[in-house]
Nanobody, 121 residues
């Protein structure tokens, strides 16, 4: 089994910063990519940022220049540094990993449980 555990959400004022973390654990052979998605009330889940194992990243236009995704391959952990936060960034943030499970060997897409980010104006 593989699981993702997120941390770092909370309440912050507009213009503030937060750092989210997501650690993958379990029977993992290889992680191809990890990313962050978010879902605001009554809206669809959307990609925020994603990082490939070899390094390339992509971001939603709405967060470019404000959010930075990074990854510690040795710890199977991905981070999302969020700065200049806006009320419209308020959402449940979910970590996702595309990986290869070790036993049995198979490709998996795994979601974390979510962490709430609330930005007050």
């Amino acid at each position: 089994q593989v699981q993702l555990v997120e941390s770092g959400g909370g309440l912050v004022q507009e213009g503030g910063s937060l750092r989210l973390s997501c650690a993958a654990s379990g029977s993992i052979l290889k992680i191809n990519s990890m990313g962050w998605y978010r879902q605001a009330p009554e809206k669809q889940r959307e990609l925020v940022a994603r990082i490939i194992s070899s390094g390339p990243t992509n971001y939603a236009d709405s967060v470019k220049g404000r959010f930075t995704i990074s990854r510690d391959n040795a710890k199977n952990t991905v981070y999302l540094q969020m700065s200049s936060l806006k009320p419209e960034d308020t959402a449940e943030y979910y970590c996702h990993a595309d990986l290869v499970q070790l036993s049995p060997v198979r490709n998996l897409g795994v979601w974390g449980q979510g962490t709430l980010v609330t930005v007050s104006s």
